[in-house]
């Protein structure tokens, strides 16, 4: 493998989830990785998405019969990898007849219940929705329906969790790094210049080969970067959500058909404190990293769920939004709804040089399929020989028995009963078996340390600073947690206090 200082068998560009996959899954097989990110992990598209795991349902309609089945397979991998942050969730499906049939709705429903082998969630089943809680918040007008099953995730903390599992694997994480550009170094490998954020510093690494996960910026990077030709393209799709107090009460959510032959997801979230309302779907020109949403996007969003729901909701309703550019494979589709959701790679590996392999589209539920490939490309030019190894096993936090969250969260408050529920609740969901490491012997809140606000305390942090990355307190509040939909304004000062205080050399090395 890769010998002396700065020297890699593989550098992996960007922190996003496929990026993440792949330094995972490299790591585990052995190499010598190095993974950069120009800003925080999961900072872009990974954690402004939807938050599901899932086949894709209306993915039926394009025929995407291949990129169904391996997500509805991966939707079974992901729930007992990661049960903490990947949870069963049941959606209700109002049949609107004037969209779509009701045959072609229970045929499509048939295929996604059988075409990934389902094991672990429950059948689709026709709603009398006059009747029972799941009709309740629906206008009259909405007699049946159709239930079926998915999962929800926590985005921005299974990159993480990835993140961590190739850490411990061996490989070299470092956030705000940018790749400022990379060249073949006529030696059968590549030179590459990496960047600090910080500080401006640049440092000079090798490696073997190079993937280009940069997501929003893989064309870009190819282009500036790297000087290098590729025929492939990334299509940019801008995505918009809003969050507005709880439009119901219950754990599942709503899949609402709109008349443009769009659906927009109604989904609880935050304990049910909150409805999740996305996505829109949007061609977008503009720098990936300065996207938001526009008044036009929350009109569309809240006159979709306005169709369905007796609560109305509106503008002056929405506690927050988010948006995130898409990276999808250029299929030349006019419809950017239309455009594939699946993967492309394209590897460049001319006869005794150093190999590039860059990675087009995808989607948050193949992620780990989708690093299983990228390493069978990069194997034979590699010359290594490890076999798959991800499928069977467990994420940081989701060593879980039998993947019983509900069994593993009431031990867990049977151990620390001192924890408010909502607390004990959003610990574990965030870090299942590591939450522990939080905790410690701790026999009171007031044993955790300095009380920042909220549920927020120093040995949180720590944790946060030592064993994840956290660098800045916004890494805290809308990546590793989203408590910045919570904290008062006091709580984020005494936050930007704390990292102003404990912003130390060696604290920095060891997130690194």
Same mark, same amino acid.
């Given at each position: 493998?890769?010998?002396?200082?700065?020297?890699?068998?593989?550098?992996?560009?960007?922190?996003?989830?496929?990026?993440?996959?792949?330094?995972?899954?490299?790591?585990?097989?052995?190499?010598?990785?190095?993974?950069?990110?120009?800003?925080?992990?999961?900072?872009?598209?990974?954690?402004?998405?939807?938050?599901?795991?899932?086949?894709?349902?209306?993915?039926?309609?394009?025929?995407?019969?291949?990129?169904?089945?391996?997500?509805?397979?991966?939707?079974?991998?992901?729930?007992?990898?990661?049960?903490?942050?990947?949870?069963?969730?049941?959606f209700v499906l109002p049949h609107s007849p004037e969209q779509?049939?009701?045959?072609?709705?229970?045929?499509?429903?048939?295929?996604?219940?059988?075409?990934?082998?389902?094991?672990?969630?429950?059948?689709?089943?026709?709603?009398?929705?006059?009747?029972?809680?799941?009709?309740?918040?629906?206008?009259?007008?909405?007699?049946?329906?159709?239930?079926?099953?998915?999962?929800?995730?926590?985005?921005?903390?299974?990159?993480?969790?990835?993140?961590?599992?190739?850490?411990?694997?061996?490989?070299?994480?470092?956030?705000?790094?940018?790749?400022?550009?990379?060249?073949?170094?006529?030696?059968?490998?590549?030179?590459?210049?990496?960047?600090?954020?910080?500080?401006?510093?640049?440092?000079?690494?090798?490696?073997?080969?190079?993937?280009?996960?940069?997501?929003?910026?893989?064309?870009?990077?190819?282009?500036?970067?790297?000087?290098? =030709?590729?025929?492939?393209? #990334?299509?940019?799709?801008? !995505?918009?959500?809003?969050?507005?107090? $709880?439009?119901? /009460? *219950?754990?599942?959510?709503?899949?609402?058909?709109?008349?443009?032959?769009?659906?927009?997801?109604?989904?609880?979230?935050?304990?049910?404190?909150?409805?999740?309302?996305?996505?829109?779907?949007?061609a977008w020109e503009g720098e990936p990293g300065e996207v938001?949403?526009?008044?036009?996007?929350?009109?569309?969003?809240?006159?979709?769920?306005?169709?369905?729901?007796?609560?109305?909701?509106?503008?002056?309703?929405?506690?927050?939004?988010?948006?995130?550019?898409?990276?999808?494979?250029?299929?030349?589709?006019?419809?950017?709804?239309?455009?594939?959701?699946?993967?492309?790679?394209?590897?460049?590996?001319?006869?005794?040089?150093?190999?590039?392999?860059?990675?087009?589209?995808?989607?948050?539920?193949?992620?780990?399929?989708?690093?299983?490939?990228?390493? =069978?490309?990069?194997?034979? #030019?590699?010359?290594?020989? !490890?076999?798959?190894?991800?499928?069977? $096993?467990?994420? /940081? *936090?989701?060593?879980?028995?039998?993947?019983?969250?509900?069994?593993?969260?009431?031990?867990?408050?049977?151990?620390?009963?001192?924890?408010?529920?909502?607390?004990?609740?959003?610990?574990?969901?965030?870090?299942?078996?590591?939450?522990?490491?939080?905790?410690?012997?701790?026999?009171?809140?007031?044993?955790?340390?300095?009380?920042?606000?909220?549920?927020?305390?120093?040995?949180?942090?720590?944790?946060?600073?030592?064993?994840?990355?956290?660098?800045?307190?916004?890494?805290?509040?809308?990546?590793?947690?989203?408590?910045?939909?919570?904290?008062?304004?006091?709580?984020?000062?005494?936050?930007?206090?704390?990292?102003?205080?404990?912003?130390?050399?060696?604290?920095?090395?060891?997130?690194?």
């Open positions: 493998m890769a010998a002396g200082p700065n020297a890699y068998d593989l550098v992996v560009v960007g922190g996003g989830i496929n990026g993440a996959g792949i330094a995972r899954d490299a790591a585990g097989r052995g190499l010598d990785v190095l993974l950069c990110e120009q800003d925080d992990l999961a900072s872009h598209t990974s954690s402004w998405s939807t938050k599901l795991i899932h086949g894709g349902l209306r993915y039926l309609e394009y025929y995407e019969f291949r990129l169904v089945r391996e997500a509805l397979l991966e939707r079974e991998v992901l729930l007992r990898a990661a049960p903490h942050l990947v949870k069963p969730m049941t779509r049939p009701r045959w072609m709705v229970r045929l499509g429903l048939f295929l996604y219940d059988h075409l990934g082998g389902r094991k672990m969630l429950e059948p689709s089943r026709g709603l009398d929705l006059r009747a029972g809680a799941y009709g309740a918040p629906l206008k009259d007008d909405f007699a049946y329906g159709f239930s079926y099953a998915d999962a929800w995730v926590d985005d921005s903390r299974l990159v993480v969790a990835n993140a961590q599992a190739a850490a411990e694997r061996g490989a070299e994480i470092r956030t705000r790094t940018r790749c400022d550009h990379a060249e073949r170094d006529g030696a059968g490998g590549w030179a590459i210049t990496l960047v600090d954020g910080d500080t401006g510093r640049p440092e000079r690494v090798t490696a073997r080969a190079l993937v280009n996960a940069a997501g929003p910026w893989v064309s870009r990077f190819i282009q500036a970067g790297l000087k290098v =030709a590729s025929k492939h393209r #990334v299509r940019l799709v801008k !995505g918009s959500h809003i969050v507005v107090p $709880a439009l119901y /009460p *219950g754990e599942h959510a709503y899949i609402l058909q709109n008349d443009d032959k769009r659906i927009v997801f109604a989904i609880p979230y935050q304990q049910g404190r909150l409805t999740i309302i996305g996505t829109t779907d949007l938001a949403i526009d008044d036009d996007e929350v009109a569309y969003l809240c006159r979709v769920v306005n169709r369905y729901f007796t609560k109305q909701t509106g503008a002056d309703d929405v506690v927050w939004s988010y948006s995130g550019v898409r990276p999808l494979y250029d299929d030349q589709s006019g419809n950017p709804s239309a455009v594939t959701r699946d993967y492309v790679f394209d590897l460049d590996a001319p006869e005794g040089e150093g190999p590039l392999l860059s990675v087009f589209g995808g989607k948050l539920t193949t992620y780990r399929k989708l690093a299983e490939h990228a390493m =069978a490309k990069l194997a034979p #030019v590699l010359g290594i020989d !490890g076999e798959p190894w991800t499928h069977d $096993a467990r994420l /940081p *936090g989701g060593e879980i028995a039998d993947a019983d969250f509900a069994g593993f969260r009431d031990a867990l408050a049977a151990r620390y009963p001192f924890l408010p529920p909502a607390m004990l609740e959003r610990l574990a969901r965030a870090y299942g078996t590591r939450t522990e490491r939080i905790l410690g012997d701790a026999g009171s809140l007031a044993e955790l340390g300095e009380h920042i606000g909220g549920d927020l305390y120093a040995a949180e942090l720590d944790h946060l600073v030592r064993e994840e990355w956290a660098r800045r307190p916004e890494d805290v509040l809308w990546r590793r947690t989203k408590l910045g939909l919570f904290l008062e304004d006091d709580a984020a000062a005494r936050l930007r206090a704390w990292f102003a205080r404990n912003e130390q050399p060696e604290r920095l090395a060891a997130a690194r």
